[in-house]
T-cell receptor, first 109, second 115 residues
């Protein structure tokens, strides 16, 4: 059973702090990893993708991948109340795209 | 269009009715995916098309579910003899390239309620 696991939270951080979201995956053959943000009642919105070990930065967001540990993380710097949402981690394997159940993040003003 | 569109946005069906959900992917996108998302859960993969070819349908929960993309653009997900457990949001996503390695862009979803 191929799985992506996330802590469901909720995770609360004060405005301006760094939010750290984590994800593990079970299939060592997974090649690509994605972070999506989903506001309540809306569809998932792509934030970042990462293919290679290491860090990838885009504005306030940094994705980190460690294939040896089968671990993906997302750091959000200078968190804003508008970042409050559910963050979904996804991994690809064969012809399928596996999502975790998501981590709920609340940024407190 | 600028993004993935889905219709209808909301559908209420009586148990036993058939429903058809439509997805218009981003123009030129090769790959198209269908997902089912229950409340409080992540999207669950249903099926994947590359152009008109359905390359994976292993996520379809039963033989009541059927998907097609006959001309390699618009796709329809059909659910026959709907059951209450089919109530969920059905999401469609498309990707510019073939395969599942690449980022997918989601439509707004169709919320199906079976009464």
């Amino acid at each position: 059973q191929k799985e992506v696991e996330q802590n469901s939270g909720p995770l609360s951080v004060p405005e301006g702090a760094i939010a750290s979201l984590n994800c593990t995956y079970s299939d060592r053959g997974s090649q690509s990893f994605f972070w999506y943000r989903q506001y309540s009642g809306k569809s998932p919105e792509l934030i970042m993708f990462i293919y290679s070990n290491g860090d990838k930065e885009d504005g306030r967001f940094t994705a980190q991948l460690n294939k040896a540990s089968q671990y993906v993380s997302l750091l959000i710097r200078d968190s804003q109340p508008s970042d409050s949402a559910t963050y979904l981690c996804a991994a690809t394997s064969d012809n399928q795209f596996y999502f975790g159940t998501g981590t709920s993040l609340t940024v407190i003003p | 269009g600028a993004g993935v569109s889905q219709s209808p946005r909301y559908k209420v069906a009586k148990r036993g009715q058939d429903v058809a959900l439509r997805c218009d992917p981003i123009s030129g996108h090769v790959s198209l995916f269908w997902y089912q998302q229950a409340l409080g859960q992540g999207p669950e993969f249903l099926t994947y098309f590359q152009n008109e070819a359905q390359l994976d349908k292993s996520g379809l929960p039963s033989d009541r579910f059927f998907a097609e993309r006959p001309e390699g653009s618009v796709s329809t997900l059909k659910i026959q003899r709907t059951q209450q457990e089919d109530s969920a949001v059905y999401l469609c996503a498309s990707s510019f390239e073939g395969g599942t390695r690449h980022e997918q862009y989601f439509g707004p979803g169709t919320r199906l309620t079976v009464t």
